[in-house]
Structures are given as structure tokens and as C-alpha cells.
């Protein structure tokens, strides 16, 4: 296996991991259940960073078996996951800090969109990152 496409995939588990953790630290911070795990009735408050890094490997295995098949299907399954979180973020942070911030000024559901819209953009920024740190050939 060539040692760049090694680097490239500790890259892609350190953006996975890293955003699982801040994730979860901001969720335990304001005491919100995230929002897909209180769908499946799971009560998991703070998952722990052992917890987090294994399910940070699985993803990189589905990942690397997904780049196998071809990049199209890699983008889609890294877009997918990367959906995921930013949309728990942005869930948390419309209900519990932009809430409080705007005050009275604006119903909540526009603070919850206002959580939700930068989270979108920054979950296209972080692909557009790895569209760009695996189409390239060197660091």
C-alpha cells in the first residue's frame, strides 16, 4: 500500500474522529441527547473516546472498501457520514446556543435553521477538503 494513501486515510480518521469527539463534547455539555440516537431509543449521553475511535475505524474500513469500488461511491458513503454529524451538530447547537444568543429576538425555529444552515456548509467545505486531499497526487 503506498505510504501517501496511508497519510491520506489517517487524514480522513483524524476529520471523522475529531468531529465525532467535538460532537459528543458539545452534546454532553448541554446535556442533548443526540437526535438520531434518542430515534433509535438508545441512551448513550457520552459515548467515550474509545467508542468514538472504533466506530472512526469502521468508517475508514467501509471507506476503504468503498474507494476499492470506485471514488464516486467513496464521495457518496463520506458524504453520507459526513451529513450525519454536521446535521447532529447543527440540531444541537439551533436548540442549545443560538437560541440563547438571539434571545427573543427570533422564534426558535429560525435559530434551529440558522444552526442547521451553517452546519450544512461547513459539512460541504469538509468534503470538498477530502474531494480535493484524494484527487491529489502529493502533499
Not at 43 to 49: A, E, G, K, R, V
Not at 78 to 96: C, H, M, P, Q, Y
Amino acid at each position: 500500500m503506498d505510504i501517501l494513501l496511508v497519510a491520506k486515510f489517517g487524514v480522513l480518521l483524524s476529520i471523522h474522529t475529531g468531529l465525532l469527539y467535538c460532537l459528543s463534547k458539545i452534546a454532553s455539555y448541554y446535556k442533548e441527547p443526540l437526535f438520531l440516537l434518542k430515534r433509535i431509543d438508545a441512551n448513550i449521553q457520552n459515548p467515550s473516546l474509545i467508542m468514538i475511535v472504533l466506530l472512526g475505524l469502521i468508517i475508514i474500513i467501509l471507506s476503504f472498501l468503498a474507494l476499492e469500488q470506485s471514488k464516486l461511491t467513496f464521495y457518496i458513503l463520506n458524504a453520507a457520514f459526513l451529513s450525519i454529524w454536521f446535521l447532529e451538530l447543527g440540531i444541537v447547537t439551533g436548540k442549545r446556543f443560538f437560541a440563547p444568543l438571539f434571545g427573543d429576538d427570533l422564534p426558535k425555529e429560525i435559530s434551529i435553521f440558522v444552526g442547521f444552515v451553517l452546519a450544512m456548509n461547513g459539512g460541504y467545505f469538509t468534503l470538498m477538503f477530502i474531494q480535493r486531499l484524494f484527487s491529489s497526487s502529493s502533499f
